[in-house]
Structures are given as structure tokens and as C-alpha cells.
């Protein structure tokens, strides 16, 4: 069965950080893409980043609204992603998701408040 | 980056009916197109993917189909079970982008 399961969410203020993991099974995650997309309050979906595997370099690919504070990074030996969120801004409050060929885990929530 | 425009916003439906919801790509996007089901406190689950062709266990009322830049997801016999907000998603080109949903509820 897969298995996607995020931890690491919870408030945070403006300005900070926050390291997102994403712990897989039940898929061969060493060759898998993986995804990260957050859904806002209001239920919009956005898709924020993608590792690709180690044949393919782990290139990474953002949305234009994280670049420079965002980084998704994986760990095969541990079939783990992560999202490394820096200067967070209000708008990133959300719940994130991982995800991979069509699995979606179970979310985090972020919210960046004073 | 490519815009995904969804209608309706919402529907009212009811159970037996044929509901047909669409998605619009602001440029090309093949087949590269995916419904997603979210049911209201659950993570979206993929319903089709390459536009036409239904993830495993998915029942056989829900339908894609399209190319290029419009694309359909059809439920022919509405059930109790799938009142939930359904999104389209682009993964022809990067940044991958959703369309915002069609709400879809039973009368």
C-alpha cells in the first residue's frame, strides 16, 4: 500500500522557517518524481515544487511565488522529501501536501501568523 | 504559465443524473491533464489521468476525455458518494497548475 505521510507543519510568524518531511512507502521512491502542493484556506490548489530522481540529476523545478525562499530536497536512503521554507509570508498559510503518481498524503497545515 | 478555468463554479445535482463538468487550458496541453476528487476533510484523490484513462478502482460512471486545450469529466449516474469539489490539473509544462474547482452537490 502507499504511503505518504507529512509532519513538520504547525505556526510559525512571519519571517521563519519551517522544514516540511514527507515520509513515503509501498513504491520504488528511489526513481519516483515527487511534488509538493498546498491548498489554501479558500481551497485553491498550487502546485509548488518537483524533485525529479537521481538519473535525472534531482532537478528541481518551483512556482514563481517560492523560488529563492523555498527548497525541496530528497533523501532515498530514507525514501523521504522534504520542503525547506524560508522567510515565510502570510500567504503561504495552507495546508501542504506531497505527492507522486497520483498519491496524495494526508497534508500538514502551515500558518504564518503574529 | 497556464491558466486552468473550470465551470461550472458549482452544480446542484441529484442522484442518477449525468453530470458533465469542463476545464479549459489557456494554451496546448496534449493529454497531460488529471481529475482530482477531494470529499470535504479528505486529501484529493486522482480520479483520471492522461485526461481519458481512470485510476485503479475507480468506478466506471466517471469519464474524461479531451485534448488540446478542453477536456470533460463526466459522471453518469450520479451517487451519494460523489458530492465533493473536482479539479483538473495541467502537468504538460511547469509551473503545473489547477484549475479552482467545480463544487459539485446533491439537491
Known amino acids: 500500500e502507499v504511503q505518504l505521510v507529512e509532519t513538520g507543519g504547525g505556526l510559525v510568524q512571519p519571517g521563519k522557517s519551517l522544514k516540511l518531511t514527507c515520509a513515503t512507502s509501498?513504491?520504488?521512491?528511489?526513481?519516483?518524481?515527487m511534488h509538493w502542493v498546498r491548498q489554501s484556506p479558500e481551497k485553491r490548489l498550487e502546485w509548488i515544487a518537483r524533485i525529479k530522481d537521481k538519473s535525472n540529476n534531482y532537478a528541481t523545478d518551483y512556482v514563481e511565488s517560492v523560488k529563492g525562499r523555498f527548497t525541496i530536497s530528497r533523501d532515498d536512503s530514507k525514501s523521504s522529501v522534504y520542503l525547506q521554507m524560508n522567510s515565510l509570508k502570510e500567504e503561504d498559510t495552507a495546508t501542504y501536501y506531497c505527492?507522486?503518481?497520483?498519491?496524495w498524503g494526508q497534508g500538514v497545515m502551515v500558518t504564518v501568523s503574529s | 504559465n497556464t491558466v486552468m478555468t473550470q465551470s461550472p463554479t458549482s452544480m446542484f445535482t441529484s442522484v442518477g443524473d449525468r453530470v458533465t463538468m469542463s476545464c479549459k487550458a489557456s494554451?496546448?496541453?496534449?493529454?497531460?491533464v488529471g481529475w482530482y476528487q477531494q470529499k470535504t476533510g479528505q486529501s484529493p484523490k486522482r480520479l483520471i489521468y492522461?485526461?481519458?484513462n481512470r485510476d485503479t478502482g475507480v468506478p466506471d460512471r466517471f469519464t474524461g476525455s479531451g485534448s488540446g486545450t478542453d477536456f470533460t469529466l463526466t459522471i453518469s449516474n450520479m451517487q451519494a458518494e460523489d458530492p465533493a469539489i473536482y479539479y483538473c490539473?495541467?502537468?504538460?509544462?511547469?509551473?503545473?497548475?489547477f484549475g479552482a474547482g467545480t463544487k459539485l452537490e446533491l439537491k
Open positions: 494554451q496546448n496541453v496534449g493529454i497531460n
Open positions: 505527492l507522486s503518481m497520483g498519491y
Open positions: 509501498g513504491f520504488t521512491f528511489s526513481t519516483a518524481w
Open positions: 490539473l495541467q502537468h504538460n509544462s511547469y509551473p503545473h497548475t
Open positions: 492522461w485526461a481519458s
